[in-house]
């Protein structure tokens, strides 16, 4: 099964399981608002191993479900970040971090203002970052990993349908690839050589290195919001 299937496969059980228990018995709670993750991030290449770490800010949204007896419980987490790197020189390089999780759990405290949530489950991360050195030399390294998450949430109400979130999302890579690609970038007068080009100035080829590297790591990504409860 490749990794589109998967996906499509965890979504459709995410939304039976949403359609199945949104019934008067269940309390659900919406957050969204700023996340700061924190990862470090390895990829190994034969026997060598590399890592990075990132550190970053964005937003995130989550959606739990709560069973009002029995404390079971259903969650849904996605953050989208930008993250600054100083793995690769002096100065910062930016990238892009996404992260996804779903889980099930149990929640032991469920008073009117007040709900904490613990949950296990699955998630997966998407990152990229791309170095330019110089005008002929572009350094890029991306990877996609798959992971086990937990996720600790507390939810404080202030009025009867808004309050604020407290969330702390771990996820521990098992599966993973990096990619790295180096892109080197001659730019030549054809001037005398090509008769064509005449016209066009320096002509520029582009060579391009890729390597496919297994991946690993892990993130932690603190965060606090404004709460919606129903």
Not at 81 to 109: H, I, Q, R
Not at 168 to 176: E, R
Request: aromatic residues 12%; proline residues 1%; negative net charge.
């Amino acid at each position: 099964m490749n990794a589109k299937k998967i996906i499509a496969t965890a979504f459709s059980i995410a939304l039976s399981i949403t359609a199945i228990t949104a019934q008067s018995d269940w309390s659900r709670v919406f957050s969204g608002g700023l996340s700061v993750p924190v990862s470090h991030q390895t990829y190994k290449f034969d026997d060598e191993r590399d890592s990075m770490n990132l550190v970053g800010g964005g937003t995130f949204i989550q959606y739990a479900q709560i069973h009002k007896e029995t404390g079971f419980s259903f969650v849904l987490n996605e953050n989208v970040n930008a993250f600054g790197t100083k793995e690769f020189d002096d100065d910062w390089d930016a990238g892009f971090f996404y992260s996804t999780f779903a889980g099930l759990g149990f929640s032991p405290v469920r008073t009117e203002r007040s709900t904490l949530l613990f949950a296990a489950g699955l998630g997966a991360e998407i990152w990229t970052t791309d170095i330019k050195e110089d005008d002929d030399y572009t350094f890029s390294k991306s990877g996609v990993n798959f992971c086990l998450g937990a996720d600790i949430s507390y939810a404080y109400r202030i009025t009867d349908r808004i309050g604020l979130n407290f969330n702390l999302l771990g996820l521990f890579d098992v599966a993973g690839e990096s990619i790295e690609s180096t892109t080197h970038t001659d730019c030549d007068d054809h001037h005398h050589r090509h008769d064509h080009h005449k016209k066009h100035g320096d002509h520029k080829e582009h060579e391009t290195e890729t390597w496919f590297n297994r991946a690993g790591g892990w993130t932690l990504l603190p965060s606090v919001g404004v709460s919606v409860h129903l």
